[in-house]
């Protein structure tokens, strides 16, 4: 009879090294999957459309478009709103050289349509900080 030897294969410490390397570069991936960001994008997104826009919201993006357009305010009708978090003061379009808090803000994105045309702004929680997106 012949005996037979089972040996362990052990890695060595610079193969687990990089496999650790590798494994933390690709958990971010992971966490910012399509899969996930729709798991969760989706569940989000209808409670913040369950919100109702202040109307000082929509009168100011009113406001800040009849300046722009020179029409009356009455014409910009509101398309959609949902709550938003925005990650600066500048609600997350700060122009260049502009220096923004960095504190999160609390607001809305607020699309508003004059016949086809369609304009997408953000906002703080008032409509004090008003600021037009592209």
């Keep these: 009879m012949r005996s037979c030897k089972t040996s362990i294969v052990r890695p060595?410490?610079?193969f687990i090294w990089v496999l650790l390397m590798v494994?933390?570069?690709l958990l971010p991936l992971v966490m910012v999957s399509p899969a996930f960001a729709m798991?969760?994008?989706s569940h989000?997104?209808?409670e913040k459309q369950n919100h109702q826009l202040p109307d000082s919201v929509l009168k100011a993006v009113q406001q800040d478009l009849a300046k722009q357009t020179n029409l009356p305010a009455e014409e910009f009708k509101l398309g959609n709103a949902t709550h938003e978090s925005w990650t600066d003061g500048c609600l997350g379009l700060a122009k260049p050289g502009e220096m923004c808090s960095q504190a999160l803000i609390d607001g809305w994105r607020v699309v508003?349509?004059?016949g086809k045309q369609t304009?997408?702004?953000r906002t703080d929680t008032n409509g004090r900080v008003v600021r037009q997106e592209g």
């Design 39 to 41: 798991s969760d994008s």
């Design 23 to 25: 494994l933390s570069c």
């Design 112 to 114: 508003i349509n004059r």
């Design 44 to 46: 989000t997104m209808t």
């Design 119 to 121: 304009w997408v702004y």
């Design 12 to 14: 060595s410490f610079s």
